[in-house]
């Protein structure tokens, strides 16, 4: 069958902030477009990739589903907007859509071909490796006073070839209706943990700086995915925080400079 897996486009939640309405037209106006344009061919299954951003300061931890959607940035503003206007498409086009609202997407593909490349960038485990490489400046840890076992921020962090094996999984529910899904580990590490694991695997100290909280980010972010593995049989191949390092760590040493590297 025919499907739309739309993975357009904006997703810093600072640079939201500093252009909102860059931030709608690219992440709302153009994948309306996308939308319409498979509604008009016929096409009508479609996954979006949302974010956890949608949630903002969540009031409990794990999030599901059922979570208050109230995000603080416009970057989830923007992806909670592109939801509801695929419901819409739903109710009056058919358009049958899964919103599957990513967590902290890390790691890189097990064959060594493809990982983590981009600028700005502003994930966490990428600017540790880098940090410990040599190939970036120290890492800044923001905040270490918050209300977490070691005071710094809890994320859940998922693979992306698992997340990759979300997106083929939805398109089979899909035959039933629309559906968001939360994406993610369901298990939390904090950023001296993930510091923690990357010394581990790469046998090097992480150089960094301890810099104050960044407003807008929440202490814990942690993915209740029950749904997505009830409805769909998913379930992570890389659950501990080192596989996921591991992996990534492999990409960026054979890669100091990236995509660059490979001529």
């Known amino acids: 069958f025919d499907a ?3 993975f357009a486009a904006l997703s810093l939640v600072g640079e939201s902030m500093r252009d909102p309405l860059r931030y709608c037209r690219e992440n709302l106006s153009n994948s309306l477009i996308v939308a319409d344009a498979a509604v008009k061919a016929g096409c ?4 979006l990739s949302s974010t956890a951003a949608l949630f903002g300061f969540p009031k409990r931890i794990p999030i599901d589903e059922e979570a208050e959607v109230a995000p603080v940035s416009a970057y989830g503003e923007s992806k909670l907007m592109v939801e509801r ?3 819409w498409a739903d109710q009056v086009h058919g358009l049958r859509s899964a919103s599957l609202r990513y967590f902290n997407a890390a790691g890189a ?3 060594g071909e493809i990982g983590e490349d981009h600028e700005p960038e502003t994930h966490l485990i990428p600017l540790a490796i880098s940090a410990a490489l040599g190939t970036r400046p120290p890492l800044t840890v923001f905040g270490t006073d918050y209300p977490t076992p070691d005071g710094t921020c809890i994320r859940d962090y998922v693979h992306v070839t698992d997340l990759a094996d ?3 999984r939805v398109l089979e529910r899909l035959e039933t209706g629309s559906v968001r899904f939360n994406v993610g580990n369901g298990t939390g590490y904090s950023v001296k943990q993930v510091m923690d694991s990357v010394e581990r695997i790469g046998g090097r100290p992480v150089p960094h700086a301890l810099g104050p909280r960044r407003a807008g980010d929440p202490a814990v972010l942690v993915a209740s995915s029950a749904r997505l593995r009830q409805e769909t049989g998913w379930a992570p191949r890389f659950g501990a925080l080192d596989d ?3 992996s990534a760590w492999s990409w960026h040493a054979a890669h100091p400079k990236g995509y660059d590297d490979r001529g």
């Open 4 to 6: 739309v897996l739309h």
């Open 44 to 47: 009508l299954r479609f996954v």
């Open 85 to 87: 206007a695929l419901a």
């Open 109 to 111: 593909d097990a064959s």
């Open 166 to 168: 979300a997106h083929l």
């Open 244 to 246: 996921i390092v591991r």
